[in-house]
């Protein structure tokens, strides 16, 4: 979470955003037996996005421990996605149709893998929006108790 936070930071900074790294947990106290690549490729997707599709405000990305899963977030200030159009971006070469001239940018494949490496992980991902607020990406992947051996 740290290394894609510092990471995006220079590119958010240059269109005037903050950028937030929220942990529930100290890093010691968190395993998550995963495959490392995907989890970067989604975190790294919803970040992109939630940069592209933010004007003004801040970018947040963090995570929650709940129960059995790890639930990652990443929230936005940007425009936020119609109501009628939010199944439709995890669909392959589909976007939100929403009026932004960077909504054409990009191939519209990107929620489509990163709802497909989330459930490969067994893990959901699900999406939150409210008009003139923002948007908040969720993802679960299952939690470990203990470190790997």
């Known amino acids: ?31 998550v ?11 790294t997707n919803l970040a992109k996005n939630a940069i592209k599709y933010t004007d003004a405000g801040e970018i947040e990305l963090g995570y929650i421990k709940k129960s059995e899963v790890i639930e990652f977030y990443v929230k936005d200030t940007g425009i936020s996605i119609p109501a009628d159009r939010i199944e439709a971006i995890f669909e392959r070469f589909v ?5 932004d001239r960077m909504a054409h940018q990009g191939a519209g494949l990107g929620l ?9 992980l067994g893990g959901e991902i699900w999406v939150e929006s409210e008009k003139g607020k923002g948007s908040t990406f969720y993802f679960t ?5 203990h470190p790997a051996d």
């Not at 489509?112 to 490969?120: G, L, Q």
């Open 1 to 31: 979470m740290d290394f894609i936070c510092e990471f995006f930071r220079p590119e958010a900074e240059c269109k005037g955003l903050g950028v937030t790294c929220h942990k529930d947990l100290p890093s010691n106290e968190v395993f």
């Open 33 to 43: 037996r995963t495959d490392r690549e995907k989890l970067y490729a989604v975190l």
């Open 95 to 99: 976007q939100a149709d929403i009026s």
């Open 112 to 120: 489509a893998i990163s709802k497909a490496y989330v459930e490969m």
């Open 141 to 145: 992947l299952p939690l470990t108790t």
